[in-house]
């Protein structure tokens, strides 16, 4: 069963000692895993390059990547490490400013934006690896879950900067918690790493730390399960400690214009409709019943709750903790969203299909991923029921059920996902000429250089002849 909890037997097992009468097959990807994990991750980079290539041929820096790197070039590569930002620490974006002072000013854009591709890689990786055989013993069903990660729809602002690749990393450090123990220090220091990095960048530890004790509890209090709690609550109390001393620095102020019809219309555009039809689809729906009215808008909110409901009733360990995740993260986001106001209106437009300005779209990352990789399970499950003959009301409701999460998934795949495979590209603001402006300016000059997305910018102080 590929969504079985059971731990598998380990890899090549079955060549070693099989059965008397095994029948002869093919190699799977079971019998050479990490080949099969270096083949996943060769096919990730170019699918994830294709969304937009510009990401590293005519790479730019993005919202926040101004900050760091402008606070690292003021205080030196150690010097903003351990700097909050916005009520938190972000150890990845300060370690990757402070690798980037070694290199031309020209070339930080694609070397942030080769750390945002490493990012989603390391998450691919660790998903489609013998690591992840016990909560997703499949390997296909783990490389098609990669798939969705990297195909997602309305998704695409936290795919292809730095500034919000720590949403993939908090991924990774999900798949840590429920990973199977390593068999060396290599994977003991892999595992620790991540857990330190994620927790220490932006606030998923807090989020992550409920999820990691409810894992040790299901694993009856297993030593890996406690060391995995133990790094992941340090990093949640060192981060609620930061948040506290900031006192919501930096964060967005203003009315939240909170209510039942704001809530249905972020759920149903941005997880129903964001997901069956992409951000075009729902830029294209704007105006219509579909997007506009509040009791359709309502029935479509009900729609990925109900397989939230369906999978914390009969799902397996990995996606009931995704959801959790995914919740936990829309209730910190519906709380205090760093976003225009009225924040929750404004939560609920759909990303810009124009240029690269997707509004708050990244707070839907988890939910996304958690509705999508549901209804996978839910059309697996379900459909087995026409495997035999359908005897109960039972078996043909669970039949039903899977028909209809099948159609669901069909229509994301034939619609949400290729209307928004390219990406909306970033404005031109022509880096090599803007560097080339710094580069020329008097010792001490403070120059703005233009960013992305529309009306960001980012101010460098021009160095005196020595540093040049």
Do not use: K
């Amino acid at each position: 069963m590929a969504w079985s909890e059971a731990r598998p037997r380990p890899a090549g097992e079955w060549l070693l000692h099989p059965p008397a009468s095994a029948p002869r097959r093919r190699p799977t990807g079971a019998d050479h895993p990490w080949l099969w994990t270096a083949g996943a991750v060769m096919a990730a980079a170019p699918l994830w390059l294709s969304h937009l290539p510009s990401l590293l041929l005519h790479a730019q820096l993005y919202a926040d990547d101004g900050a760091w790197y402008s606070a690292a070039s003021l205080h030196g590569a150690l010097g903003t490490l351990l700097l909050p930002a916005n009520g938190y620490l972000v150890l990845l974006q300060r370690s990757a400013a402070a690798v980037a002072l070694a290199v031309p000013l020209i070339a930080v854009p694609a070397l942030f934006n080769v750390v945002a591709l490493l990012v989603v890689l390391g998450g691919v990786a660790y998903l489609v690896s013998p690591r992840m055989g016990a909560a997703i013993p499949s390997p296909a069903v783990r490389a098609a879950a990669a798939l969705v990660i990297l195909a997602l729809p309305n998704a695409y602002d936290t795919m292809g900067n730095l500034t919000n690749s720590q949403w993939h990393l908090a991924l990774i450090a999900f798949l840590v918690i429920f990973a199977t123990p390593p068999r060396g220090i290599a994977g003991w220091a892999v595992d620790i790493g991540v857990l330190v990095v994620a927790g220490l960048t932006g606030p998923y530890a807090v989020l992550l730390a409920p999820i990691a004790a409810w894992r040790f509890r299901r694993e009856r209090w297993e030593r890996r399960a406690g060391v995995v709690l133990l790094v992941v609550a340090a990093c949640a109390a060192i981060q609620a400690g930061v948040a506290l001393t900031q006192l919501d620095a930096e964060r967005v102020s203003g009315p939240l214009d909170a209510g039942i019809v704001p809530l249905v219309t972020v759920l149903g555009r941005q997880l129903t409709l964001g997901l069956l039809g992409g951000a075009h689809g729902l830029t294209a729906l704007m105006g219509t019943p579909f997007a506009d009215n509040p009791v359709v808008l309502g029935l479509l909110a009900a729609v990925p709750l109900a397989v939230c409901a369906a999978v914390a009733w009969r799902g397996p360990d990995i996606l009931r903790g995704l959801w959790a995740l995914a919740l936990l993260t829309l209730v910190a986001a519906l709380a205090s969203p760093s976003i225009g106001t009225p924040r929750w209106p404004q939560l609920g437009v759909p990303a810009s299909i124009a240029h690269f300005h997707p509004h708050g779209i990244r707070y839907f990352l988890f939910a996304l991923l958690a509705f999508a990789l549901s209804l996978g399970w839910m059309a697996w499950w379900g459909l087995l029921a026409g495997r035999r003959r359908i005897g109960t009301r039972r078996d043909a409701g669970r039949l039903m059920l899977g028909a209809a999460a099948a159609a669901l998934l069909l229509l994301a795949a034939s619609q949400g996902v290729p209307r928004d495979w390219a990406y909306p590209p970033y404005l031109d603001e022509h880096w090599a000429a803007e560097v080339r402006r710094y580069e020329l300016a008097p010792p001490g000059a403070r120059v703005v250089l233009p960013i992305n997305p529309a009306g960001w910018t980012m101010t460098l102080v021009a160095p005196g002849p020595a540093a040049r």
